[in-house]
């Protein structure tokens, strides 16, 4: 295998993606890759500086398509997995808003999160016939292994020392309570009886499908905020964590906090740590039920709002393999329960079963481990890159210029993701030294002794390579 050869990982949600792909780019390096990580818009911004490299993509949505067409133009391979293929939506709903028919045309590999996730793609009716469906598991599950665990075990022991014993709230509510309005399912109605406009969150939706969902969200929302104050007087030697969605607004908890003697609103680092850290783990429908499942943590699914139709379908997995509450005072008695020790995290055969359907490599090779291999057979019998003739050289100088163009002058349509400020939200950014920092821990946990050079590139993209 050549030297040369570049992984191109992109990270959109810093707090949630960045140390399991740093696991990837350090398992990658001791196979002689080299990867260039941080940033999804930077690093798709300078995508025309890089040698031919293998792309690892997060999605196959409309909004892919675009960049797609052009780094596949520049010589690049796009393999990638879903990031919300996990807890997805209803097959026919999850394609429309997940899947773009061409994009898909334009990836070589698919990397699935278990099985769930495999008959998931094969039923797409525009799913290459030729593609490879790799159900390898993804970065993140391998975080939840127990011989990673030590890699948190640092920040698990300044939680607790910060917060002594709390409950963690992990709020999904992104549909109804996005970072910006036009990011919801439905857009704030301006005159009385207009009817509501679709937002980002709604698309690929039926508008009956979205409109039940609104309402479902809504309602569920407003338990979590009556639910808050009531947990605070509860239990008044717990601290309480609300975390919200990556994508969420915080104005309403810490309206709350604000009027609570101990309830603290946070984002900070990866959710892996406070799970770890908690005595119970809070949700309604959130990936973090499925999380704490794996790792072992109490986790209660608060439902004083029911609505099957979302409940049994796009959240039935964090649900099933969570304890279950529908009202206060069954959790009030649960969580007394869980305190004294007499009620454990959700177990069984039955759970166990839904999770290994959804979650490879819960055991034996890391996700991460079982990717690399798939990659190194990708770039095997690859040949130096022929020099590009002067008129290629000039098409992707014209595709470049356009593409930097349109990047610079999309933050400032309305309701576009690239906006400073939301880009700041989801990539706040991180230091050399902390990067290095993660990258020691990660080798001392897997007893790598792998060189490694790290190097900056920018403010938010670095190089590591062996």
């Not at 072992?296 to 959240?315: A, L």
């Not at 163009?405 to 939200?425: A, D, I, V, W």
């Amino acid at each position: 295998m050549q030297p040369a050869i570049l992984l191109l990982i992109p990270v959109e949600n810093q707090v949630r993606e960045l140390d399991p792909k740093l696991l990837l780019a350090c398992i990658a390096a001791k196979r002689g890759f080299s990867s260039v990580i941080g940033s999804r818009r930077e690093l798709e911004f300078r995508i025309d500086s890089y040698p031919k490299s293998i792309y690892l993509s997060k999605s196959m949505t409309r909004r892919s398509l675009i960049f797609f067409r052009m780094a596949r133009k520049f010589g690049h391979h796009i393999v990638t997995w879903d990031e919300e293929a996990l807890v997805h939506l209803p097959p026919e709903t999850y394609y429309s808003r997940r899947l773009h028919p061409e994009a898909i045309q334009l990836v070589s590999h698919l990397f699935a999160w278990g099985q769930d996730n495999v008959e998931l793609w094969r039923q797409y009716d525009h799913l290459p016939p030729d593609i490879p469906i790799h159900n390898t598991g993804n970065p993140r599950n391998d975080m939840l292994r127990p011989e990673m665990h030590p890699f948190y075990q640092d920040d698990v022991q300044a939680l607790r020392r910060k917060y002594g014993d709390f409950i963690l709230i992990n709020t999904n509510f992104n549909h109804v309570n996005a970072f910006g309005p036009d990011m919801n399912l439905f857009h704030p109605v301006m005159k009385p009886g207009e009817p509501a406009k679709f937002g980002r969150a709604a698309r690929g939706m039926s508008r009956e499908y979205a409109q039940g969902l609104w309402d479902h969200k809504q309602a569920v929302f407003k338990s979590f905020q009556h639910l808050i104050p009531k947990l605070d007087q509860a239990f008044p030697d717990l601290n309480i964590i609300i975390r919200p969605h990556p994508t969420e607004r915080h104005d309403v908890y810490n309206e709350i906090a604000a009027r609570c003697s101990h309830v603290h609103v946070t984002n900070e680092g990866n959710v892996v740590p406070w799970i770890l850290a908690t005595r119970l783990v809070l949700h309604n429908g959130c990936t973090t039920g499925v999380e704490s499942f794996v790792m072992g943590v109490p986790s209660i699914s608060y439902r004083e709002s029911v609505d099957e139709t979302y409940d049994s379908g796009f959240y039935r997995l964090p649900n099933a393999v969570s304890h279950q509450c529908y009202n206060f005072d069954q959790l009030q008695n649960m969580i007394h329960r869980i305190l004294a020790g007499n009620l454990g995290a959700a177990d069984g055969n039955e759970r166990r079963a839904i999770v290994k359907n959804y979650i490879a490599s819960q055991d034996g090779s890391l996700a991460c481990e079982k990717m690399v291999e798939v990659l190194a057979s990708v770039v095997s019998d690859w040949n130096q890159t022929t020099q590009p003739s002067l008129w290629d050289r000039l098409q992707r100088r014209l595709i470049a210029d356009g593409y930097h163009l349109y990047k610079r002058l999309k933050p400032m349509l309305p309701g576009s993701h690239n906006r400073p400020e939301f880009q700041k939200h989801r990539y706040p950014g991180v230091t050399l030294e902390a990067l290095n920092q993660k990258i020691k821990c990660i080798q001392k946990v897997r007893n790598d002794a792998t060189q490694l050079k790290v190097e900056q590139l920018s403010d938010v993209l670095f190089q590591i390579s062996p």
